[in-house]
């Protein structure tokens, strides 16, 4: 059974994230999860250059996010990416955390599904580049 990777990155609150009330905007969290998506495509060598070389473009179809807490200007967070499902979708689940107590102020998800460049199709089955990818790093 393979391992499954996730990564984590940190990210400072900007001033242009911030609305009236020194609280990041609703939006912004999906940037934020987009950046540990990015490290965690980069730690199994199948970030956005490696998917489009493979030939599939992999769009996001579902995003779920919940706030129980918001983050503010200046705040160091901590975001969490964790790949739970990749055939023949890719799930992945966030987290992010302030960096210094480790309490969680977001948690949600997105599902990508792998479109083939050159038809535009849609892909039922497992892509074999990820799953060649996702085995070398299991080792």
């Known amino acids: 059974m393979l391992r499954l990777p996730e990564a984590t990155v940190e990210v400072v609150v900007p001033f242009h994230d911030v609305d009236a009330m020194n609280v990041a905007w609703h939006g912004h969290y999906v940037k934020y999860f987009e950046?540990?998506?990015c490290a965690l495509l980069d730690a199994i060598d199948?970030?956005?250059p490696q998917m489009e070389a493979?030939?599939?473009a992999w769009p996001v179809t579902e995003l779920w996010?919940?706030?129980p807490a918001p983050a503010r200007f200046g705040q160091k967070l901590r975001v969490t990416a964790k790949l739970t499902?990749?055939?023949p979708r890719l799930r992945i689940d966030y987290v992010i955390r302030d960096a210094q107590s480790g309490?969680?102020?977001t948690k949600g998800y997105?599902?990508?599904v792998a479109?083939?460049?050159a038809t535009g199709e849609l892909q039922f089955a497992p892509v074999e580049a990820l799953a060649r990818k996702l085995e070398a790093r299991n080792g």
């Open 85 to 87: 499902e990749y055939e």
């Open 110 to 112: 997105t599902v990508q």
């Open 35 to 37: 950046v540990a998506r």
């Open 115 to 117: 479109v083939d460049k």
């Open 65 to 67: 996010v919940r706030y």
């Open 103 to 105: 309490a969680r102020l």
């Open 46 to 48: 199948y970030n956005y």
């Open 54 to 56: 493979s030939g599939f």
